[in-house]
């Protein structure tokens, strides 16, 4: 099973289509009532926009049937939508480096971490990563995590997460969404729980979306971390401690898509 999609609301839906295909690096996978994007991975798309109020629809998984059971829509503790569908590839697009391939992990602001990590755990038989004061992290496979839980006191999409091919591809779209006039508001940085590089920026949309690559991949034996495993020096908030993080601009971006 993998993380394969999510399904946004926004007011301009060619506006925004334009922005992940132009700047941010996808590609048209259809236009009708809603309008797909995809990354390089032969998945057939990745962001689906539709138009209304911003919003968060659905965050959807594929697998084979062995893999999901019957096709579904699971209802979490605070409205979360969860929709599990059939594995349906298409062919791969080439490869570039600067360009996303699929996504890596969705984040959520939650006003209960623990009841979303529960059910996540028990009801969706996703596995626990790590735990830190801020965040759950659960996994679905390999990947260190597909889902993350934020202690955030509302209940909202935190941010959207593409995989890039390598640490260089990272750097490679940030520089380009500077080029575009949009600097990041976090990173360069790699990450604590899964070790992954990233950059953060706020969209024309109002939504926070990362670029990150490197991230970890575990295996049954892998410990589980909690709070006392992840703590920083006063002052830092990643590995590096390179890049300052602009609280202010993320904390607004991510109150800006609560569940439809």
Not at 29 to 36: E, L, M, P, S, Y
Not at 128 to 136: K, V
Not at 164 to 188: H, K, N, S, Y
Request: a neutral charge.
């Amino acid at each position: 099973m993998k993380l394969q999609s999510v399904e946004l609301r926004v007011p301009d839906v060619e506006g925004t289509a334009r922005f992940f295909e132009q700047v941010w690096g996808l590609s048209r996978a259809g236009n009708g009532a809603a309008v797909r994007l995809r990354g390089t991975a032969g998945l057939p798309y990745i962001i689906e926009l539709e138009r209304g109020a911003p919003a968060l629809r659905s965050i959807s998984f594929c697998g084979t049937r062995a893999e999901i059971g019957a096709e579904r829509e699971v209802t979490g503790p605070e409205g979360e939508r969860y929709r599990f569908v059939l594995e349906a590839p298409v062919a791969p697009l080439a490869a570039q480096r600067d360009r996303p391939i699929q996504l890596s992990h969705v984040v959520l602001n939650s006003k209960d971490a623990d009841a979303a990590e529960r059910f996540a755990i028990e009801e969706l038989g996703f596995r626990l990563s790590d735990r830190t004061r801020h965040m759950s992290f659960v996994r679905c496979n390999r990947v260190h995590h597909c889902i993350a839980y934020a202690r955030g006191g509302f209940a909202s999409l935190n941010h959207i997460a593409f995989e890039m091919a390598d640490i260089d591809g990272v750097m490679r779209g940030i520089g380009r969404m500077r080029d575009a006039g949009f600097p990041p508001v976090w990173g360069p940085g790699r990450h604590g729980p899964g070790n992954n590089v990233f950059g953060y920026f706020v969209g024309p949309h109002g939504g926070v979306v990362e670029y990150t690559a490197e991230v970890e991949e575990v295996g049954d034996d892998y410990k589980v971390g909690g709070p006392e495993d992840w703590k920083w020096p006063p002052g830092r908030t990643d590995q590096w401690g390179v890049s300052n993080r602009d609280n202010e601009r993320i904390g607004k971006a991510e109150q800006a898509f609560r569940w439809a």
